[in-house]
C-alpha cells in the first residue's frame, strides 16, 4: 500500500508526559499537513512543510508542539507536558502542489 | 469566523432514498477550492472531489453529484440510491490559497438504514 501512513495508532499517556507521533507521505510527495480533530468536529490545520521546509503554523500549534520534517521525507510530530486538552485525533496529509491532499489513517491521543 | 457551514448535523436514510449534504462557504477570494471528504467509521479521510472556483459545472461520478453554485456560496453533494456503506460522516473543505490549507465544515453524520 502506498497510501500515508501514521504510528502509533492510538495513544494512550498521563498528563504531563511527552509524545511523538510520526507520518509517512506518499514518497513523491513533496506537501505534508498536520490537523487535529476532536469529537464531532471537522479537522483543524495545525501546521504544513513544502519538502522540509515548514511554512505556516496555526495559532493552535502552542509551544508545547512541534513538529519536523528532515531530509523532506517522513514527519514527526511532538507534544510536550501533555494536557487532557490535547486528547484528540492527529491526522497526516500529503499532496504533490496544487493537487488534493491525502489523509492518514490518523494516531488517537487520549490523555489521561 | 466559520467559513464552512454543513447546517445538518445527522442525517438518517432507509436505503435506496437519496440523500442531498448541504455546504455553504464564505471567502473574499476569488480564487478557491471546494472539497468533499468521507470519513467512514474506520476513520480514515477518503477524497470525494474537488472543484475550482472557476468550474461551476455540475459533476457526477457514478451515485454521487456535486451542485456548485456560486451565486449562494454552495457546494451541495447529493448521493443517489443509498447504500449502508454510504454511511460515514461527509466533510466539506474550502481552500482559499495554492497550499491547500482547508478549512472544514463540522461535517454531516449520514445513517443509512437497510
Known amino acids: 500500500d502506498t497510501g500515508v501512513s501514521q504510528d502509533p495508532r492510538h495513544k494512550i499517556t498521563k498528563r504531563g508526559q511527552n509524545v511523538t507521533f510520526r507520518c509517512d507521505p506518499i514518497?513523491?510527495?513533496?506537501?505534508l499537513y498536520w490537523y487535529r480533530q476532536t469529537l464531532g468536529q471537522g479537522p483543524e490545520f495545525l501546521t504544513y512543510f513544502q519538502n522540509e521546509a515548514q511554512l505556516e503554523k496555526s495559532r493552535l500549534l502552542s509551544d508545547r508542539f512541534s513538529a519536523e520534517r528532515p531530509k523532506g521525507s517522513f514527519s514527526t510530530l511532538e507534544i510536550q507536558r501533555t494536557e487532557q486538552g490535547d486528547s484528540a485525533m492527529y491526522l497526516c496529509?500529503?499532496?504533490?502542489?496544487?493537487?488534493?491532499?491525502?489523509f492518514g489513517p490518523g494516531t488517537r491521543l487520549t490523555v489521561l | 469566523a466559520q467559513k464552512v457551514t454543513q447546517a445538518q448535523t445527522e442525517i438518517s436514510v432507509v436505503e435506496k432514498e437519496d440523500v442531498t449534504l448541504d455546504c455553504v462557504y464564505e471567502?473574499?477570494?476569488?480564487?478557491?477550492?471546494l472539497f468533499w471528504y468521507k470519513q467512514p467509521p474506520s476513520g480514515e479521510l477518503v477524497f470525494l472531489i474537488r472543484r475550482n472556483s472557476f468550474d461551476e459545472q455540475n459533476e457526477i461520478s457514478g451515485r454521487y453529484s456535486w451542485n456548485f453554485q456560486k451565486s449562494t456560496s454552495s457546494f451541495n453533494f447529493t448521493i443517489t440510491a443509498s447504500q449502508v456503506v454510504d454511511s460515514a460522516v461527509y466533510f466539506c473543505a474550502l481552500s482559499e490559497d495554492n497550499d491547500y490549507k482547508l478549512s472544514f465544515g463540522a461535517g454531516t453524520t449520514v445513517t443509512v438504514r437497510a
Open positions: 471567502t473574499r477570494d476569488t480564487t478557491y477550492y
Open positions: 496529509a500529503s499532496s504533490l502542489a496544487y493537487v488534493s491532499l491525502f
Open positions: 514518497s513523491e510527495h513533496n506537501r
